[in-house]
Structures are given as C-alpha cells and as structure tokens.
C-alpha cells in the first residue's frame, strides 16, 4: 500500500480551477516526482497536502489512515515538511535562528541554548560546504546568496525529521554541487523510509532522482510512470498535451531581421563593488547574452543598469546619452525595464489584485488631469495585456499569487512592457517554468526585439542563450573574458568560455583586487 495516497483533490481559486479530481500516491523509500506545465495544479496539490491551502474536496490518508489536513500545522503533526522556491526564512535573523523557529528547544519553559545550538548546527552540516565562504550559523539569511538561503530552507525541512518531504521548485536557484548536496540528503531520507515529493522543470533532474512520477495537466492526473520507461520527449509530451516545442531552427532569421547598426546601450569601464571595467555595447532590436558560470556578475551588471546597485564608476549611455541616475526611477525614466530573478520578493506585490501589479509602473501616463485614477482605463489597459502575452487569470481582481508561476513571470513582463521601454533587462526571466510558458516567453522576447527594443538576457540556462542571443559576453569574476557573435554562440563556446578554456585568467584591474 502507498504510504501517502491523495484523492479525488480539487480546488478553485475565483474562476480558474486549479485541481479538478487529482490524485496522487507515494510509496515510503521513494523520490517520486510530480511534473506538469505551470498551472497544471503542481504547487496548489503540494500546498493542499502541507496545509497552506485549504481545498474543496480531498481524500488524503498517511501509512493507511485517514487524515485530514487543513492547516500548516496538522501537516506539521503527521510529520509533512515541504520546501519550495519561494522562501520562508527571516532575513534578519540568523542561520540558527531560522532553523530553529517553530522547533525551539527548552527545558524547564526557558529555552536550552546548547542543545537548540547542537540542533542547529547538525542541521546545516550536511548543506555546509555548499554555501558562501565564511557562513556561520551566526550570519543573517539576509547576507547569504539565493543559493545559500535555499540550502538553509531545504536544512530547516530535513531538520524536522519528516515522513514526508516535499520538494517543490527547492532546486531552481542552486548551483550544480549545490543540487548534489541536496539528492545527497534526498538519498539519505529516502534509505531511512522517507516518502518524497519532487517537484523541478529541469527534467534531467527529475530523470536522475525519481523512481516514479505523476503528470499533471490542467489540474487533473494524467499519468503515473516509471522513471526508467519514460524518454524526455515522451514526458514533454505528457504534460503539455498537443503543445509543440518550438524548433530552434529558423531563429537565427527572427533574431537578426529587425536589427541596426544604432547602438542603444553602453557601457564604459563600468565598475561597482563586484563589476570590475565592463565594456559593453548592444544595438537596437538586439537580444545580448550574459554567460558564464552563475554568480561571476552578471545579475549585478543589470542591477547596475536599472540603478538600484550604484557604480563606483564608469559610464552608462543610453541612445547614446550618458546617464547619471542613482536609483530605479531614473533607470526608469531613461528607458530602462528590469524583470527581476525573484519575482516573488522583487516582482510582484504577491497579496495585490493582478491589476495593480499589471499598472503600477506605467499607471502614471493614464492618469486624467496628471491627478486621478480612471480605473476603467487601468482595466482596459491591463485586460489588454493579459490578452497580448496569453496571460491565464481568472479575474483581474484575483491576487497575484493565485497565478502558476509561468503566469506570474508573465505579468512580471507585462508591467514593464506596459510602460514602453527601450531596454529590458531579464535576470533569468524562464527559472522554475515549464516547457510551454518558456516557449511563450521566448515568443515575448523575441517579439520585442523585432520592435527594436534592446534585451539584455542573463540565463543560467546555456541553451537558452544559444537560442535567443544574437551576440553573448560571458563574464568571470565581475569581468568580460570572451563575447561570442552569432555562429559562435554555442553551448561548446559558452562552457569553454565561462570555464576560461584556450584563454587566460583576466588579471587585476584598477579599482579590483583579485
């Protein structure tokens, strides 16, 4: 018998259904993955069964006995702990104190600080040598990188010694050593009977981790497989139904058509506190990579281009005029759009209607008398995005959060796009979204640029690049060692290039030390 087993599960958010009868059923001692296209139902199952969403209808029994789970802590009690992109950790407090939270040790009502420190610091030993250099259990999650605070997320779930673990997105920012370290843990649970929910776009993930997997689409159970049975191809097809993956073939037609000889954006000997002399230029209708390995830079370099991280110097020229602006809104009023890598912190106002997500940026230009709010005009003006970018909502009332994560990224776009930029900055605009919103967004991309709108694309995924790039600087340790134009922008380049093959290490510049 499976040890969890999930039926007849269904929930409605306003008018989109978001789980129409699903089921689910895990053996104990098994990575099982749960895949499915974004708003197939994937995060709102796992929600249902960690309590974070209350549904209409379920049947759920753990070990053969009914339960029933409508709130975060009867999860806690049947020993369900769940982990997901968005994070749950307080960032100023420490590494300790948020592994500790909700778990504290006491003794005698006060708190016992040497046992809840030994707690905290087995916790993270196993993660330990995949976080920043000098963490300590001291540091503040605020410091730490996005892949660090993922580690101390995934440390806080296994801490509690669950029965059930769910994974969902948990592996979306980590580097590669990162996500070993995580199956590694996974490994362990699992030989010690632990049921686990896995939850990742990245197939190959899936493929190396999972025994069995459940397919969603459209918030109903599709399938259940054999992980060893199944190709790639036949799982794409599983979850996006008649959806065709778009070729690459005939991209590099689409890409160079609306391109020019103006340059829309420079950059000159551009440093900040991690940049050390960038040296960039990207024309009019023009889709520029950023490669490399993550972390060497290249989400800083679109920071710096917005305004919200300052350059220490350098100089920044947009339609060739030099800019000056110390902050966001004169990023803004030249021009500049940034789609952020975590769209739920920095993207999203998550508890807001999609309305004022969708106006606040550009909701300035249709204001009557330069003072008030037409709110008919924000409608239409938002309805008609939705329409362009085939955004699935139920209401423009609804919460943001509502949405599938393909969705949000969605709106994340619109807002901008609404605002009619000349560059638009993505910091991995298609992180932890599946197979067909990634074909949609790609669409997106490639639709501004044959509007001669500048994309400056920085992508964790190399093939991404390969697919969307007209040219790719690739940057190490804050500068560019390579840039790649055209037919050289390859996924052979892009490794040998980020891992400095046939070049040598860039040397110290002035303002850097290395």
Known sequence: MPFLVMEDVSKRFGGVRALQGASLQVNAGEVHGLLGANGSGKSTLNKVLSGT?????????????????????????????SVYQQL?????????????????????????????RQYAEEALAHFLPGMDDGVTLNTE?????????????????????????VLDEATASLRRDQVELVFSMVRQLVDEGVAV???????????????????????????????????????????????????????????RAALSEEVQLETRN?????????????????????????GQGQSEL?????????????EVKIAGETQNYRGPRGGISAGVALVPGDRGSQGLLMKRPILENLSIISGRKRLMAKWFVNIGREKQAAGAEVDRLQIKIGSLRDAVSTLSGGNQQKIVLGKWLMNDPRVVLLDDP??????????????????????????????????????????????????????LNGSEVTQDNLVSAALLFGTTEPAATEGGQR
């Open 302 to 314: 679109l920071h710096v281009l917005f305004g919200d991280i300052p350059k220490t110097s350098g």
């Open 88 to 116: 749950s950790l307080v960032p100023e407090l420490s590494i300790a104190d948020n592994l500790l939270l909700g778990t504290e040790i006491s003794r005698a009502g006060f708190v016992d600080q040497k046992k809840s």
């Open 53 to 81: 969403v209350n549904p209409d209808q379920a049947t759920i029994s753990i070990a053969g006995q009914p339960v029933r789970i409508t709130r975060p802590i009867d999860a806690h009690r049947h020993h369900v702990a």
């Open 141 to 165: 999650v605020g410091d730490l990188s996005p892949g660090s605070q993922q580690l101390v997320e995934v440390a806080k779930a296994v801490a509690r010694r669950p029965r059930i673990l």
């Open 197 to 255: 929910v896995f939850v990742s776009h990245r197939l190959e993930e899936v493929r190396q981790i999972c025994q069995r997997a459940t397919i969603l689409r459209n918030g109903k159970t599709v399938a259940s497989v054999d992980m060893q049975d199944m190709s790639e191809a036949r799982l794409v097809r599983l979850m996006v139904g008649d959806l065709v993956e778009e070729e690459v073939e005939g991209t590099e037609q689409t890409k």
């Open 270 to 294: 551009l440093h900040s506190a991690t940049l050390r002399g960038i040296n960039l230029d990207a024309r009019k209708g023009e889709v520029v990579g950023l490669g490399g390995l993550q």
């Open 430 to 483: 298609t992180k932890g979204v599946d197979v067909g919103a990634k074909a949609e967004i790609y669409e997106i991309i490639r639709t501004l640029a044959a509007s001669g709108v500048t994309v400056i694309l920085n992508s964790s995924d190399d093939q991404e690049l390969v697919a969307l790039c007209d040219r790719v600087f690739v940057l190490y340790e804050g500068e560019v060692v390579t840039v």
